[in-house]
């Protein structure tokens, strides 16, 4: 299939749209690995004829590879990578000018909160707050101001709120305001944002679809033609894209993403379903998983979402037992950041929300006691037993 014949790939389905999609064997050679091209410039013709590509910064082979290739899973038009899930994040920022405003799901990623209270507040870029699980809420809120773009995760980090997508849309498009998904959460296996009417997802490409903690990296998609081009000038005007072989990592990833999905979350509902055991004795104050019949954003899970992914998140009766807990882990790394092959344990106050005052953690659920596990592809047996044991040290 030749290499720009990418609405074909829509006839497929995700396993091999992850396959092949973006990956088609090299043109030149038959290479069935997209090649790394490490070159910083392209040769022209005559100043101005170019084959395509002119600068590594404004467009790249091996990052054009995986631009297809997340546009594909999204089922979007269009892709762009980025340096980091941040970059990808910090760029859709830069669509906003002086005196506009952001609306943002009051359970979100620390370094979404940081960027936006911190860093755009500078140059008089509003951003409020709100509990998107609650519609009446939400509404109210988008009535209340213009808002030039909802920004949204679903599940939420590190709560595992589930927001209703399809009728955030609609209230955000109903009251003037585009819709961005952080999709890191999910991945698109689970969960396609822009077929619930969002306008932009974006990914830090570091965690599920790179999928070995071995990159940083970041990545919009969108069907919005507009959107793309003033996000394609930023991408190439503010320059924060990814390196040729780190885009051939996440497109290594990306292969097996489906794969990966399906045991992150078999082990997943494993691991809440034996901590809920332990809630139920006492032993722990809360358990955050889609996946249990008891959660009440159960029956939302299972409607949007492919199945119910790799993350969740306890709170233990105590900082000092949370602390213990994890120093007793035996599989489980202590480590920042989701989505590898290997399981990873951290407390999110301390970490990675540790930019969100204390207060507004506390008030959100995010206490100093809460854990939060990113669980990966190893025997559930085995992390079920390794959580076993370090109940019981930090008893």
């Not at 992850?18 to 090649?35: C, F, K, M, N, R």
């Not at 807990?325 to 489980?332: G, I, P, R, S, Y």
């Amino acid at each position: 299939m030749a290499n720009d014949d990418r609405e074909d790939w829509n006839r497929y389905g995700f396993s091999t749209k992850a396959v092949h999609a973006g990956q088609e064997p090299d043109i030149l050679t038959g290479s069935v690995s997209v090649p790394i091209y490490l070159t910083s410039t392209y040769a022209q013709e005559s100043p101005g004829v170019t084959k395509g590509f002119e600068y590594s910064r404004t467009g790249n082979p091996t990052r054009q590879a995986l631009e297809r290739s997340i546009a594909s899973l999204e089922s979007a038009k269009f892709g762009l990578a980025f340096s980091s899930g941040m970059a990808a994040i910090s760029t859709i920022g830069n669509l906003l000018r002086s005196g506009d405003r952001i609306l943002i799901c009051d359970d979100t990623y620390g370094g979404t909160y940081r960027v936006f209270t911190r860093v755009f507040s500078k140059f008089s870029i509003g951003a409020d707050f709100v509990d998107a699980t609650r519609l009446d809420v939400l509404e109210s809120a988008l009535k209340s101001k213009h808002y030039s773009f909802l920004l949204i995760e679903s599940p939420t980090n590190p709560m595992l709120k589930v927001i209703d997508i399809e009728k955030s849309c609609e209230l955000a498009h109903s009251n003037g305001s585009k819709v961005i998904v952080d999709n890191t959460f999910t991945s698109p296996y689970v969960s396609n944002p822009l077929a619930m009417g969002a306008d932009i997802v974006v990914h830090s490409t570091t965690k599920y679809l790179a999928g070995h903690s071995d990159i940083i990296g970041g990545a919009v998609a969108t069907n919005d033609s507009q959107l793309h081009q003033d996000l394609k000038f930023l991408q190439n005007a503010v320059g924060a894209v990814p390196s040729p072989f780190d885009c051939w990592l996440v497109l290594r990833g990306i292969r097996t993403l489906a794969l990966r999905m399906d045991r992150h979350f078999e082990n997943a509902l494993a691991l809440a379903q034996f901590i809920q055991k332990l809630k139920e004795e006492g032993r722990v104050k809360s358990v955050n998983y889609p996946g249990l019949p008891d959660s009440p954003f159960h029956n939302l899970a299972a409607k949007q979402m492919r199945n119910f992914g790799g993350m969740l998140s306890f709170e233990m009766n105590s900082k000092k037992q949370a602390v213990s807990f994890t120093q007793h882990l035996k599989l489980f790394t202590i480590a920042e950041s989701l989505g590898g092959v290997e399981s990873l344990v951290e407390l999110p106050a301390i970490m990675t929300h540790a930019s969100i005052p204390e207060q507004e953690r506390n008030a959100k659920g995010v206490t100093d006691s809460l854990i939060r596990i990113s669980t990966g592809v190893e025997d559930k047996q085995d992390l079920i037993n390794d959580l076993r044991q370090a109940f019981k040290a930090a008893s």
